[in-house]
């Protein structure tokens, strides 16, 4: 968080999205919504202020900035993959354009314990 909060400022506010917890930064016209695990980012979303499309610029900005510094390869359209995260750039509610950016583990570590409590559901059966 400490690292974070030296990058993007203050936190201006948490909300709860699906049951986990982010933490909502504002820098230069940027929303940037970060959740952490384990004291590091593993999702981290930004968008502009005012919903508009990121330029391809910003996009590679924070790219790389997730990325160790280098450019991630792109996949498809919208789609790029880096060493140990993948980003996809898309439309969202409200008419918003975000870039969201993910460390490998982090859909797996919900998918685990969402497995472990289907499991124990089944038991006795």
């Not at 975000?98 to 859909?107: C, E, P, Q, S, T």
Request: cysteine-free.
């Amino acid at each position: 968080m400490e690292e974070a909060v030296k990058r993007y400022g203050e936190v201006v506010r948490r909300e709860s999205i699906q049951g986990r917890e982010f933490y909502l930064f504002e820098k230069n016209g940027f929303h940037i919504l970060a959740h952490f695990q384990d004291g590091k980012i593993d999702r981290i979303l930004y968008n502009r202020e005012s919903g508009e499309k990121l330029t391809h610029e910003e996009i590679d900005t924070f790219l790389k900035a997730n990325n160790g510094g280098r450019l991630m390869n792109e996949d498809l359209p919208y789609i790029w993959v880096g060493k140990d995260v993948a980003a996809t750039y898309s439309k969202w509610p409200r008419h918003a354009w975000r870039l969201d950016i993910k460390a490998r583990g982090f859909g797996h570590r919900r998918g685990v314990t969402k497995k472990a409590a289907e499991k124990a559901k089944l038991e006795g059966f």
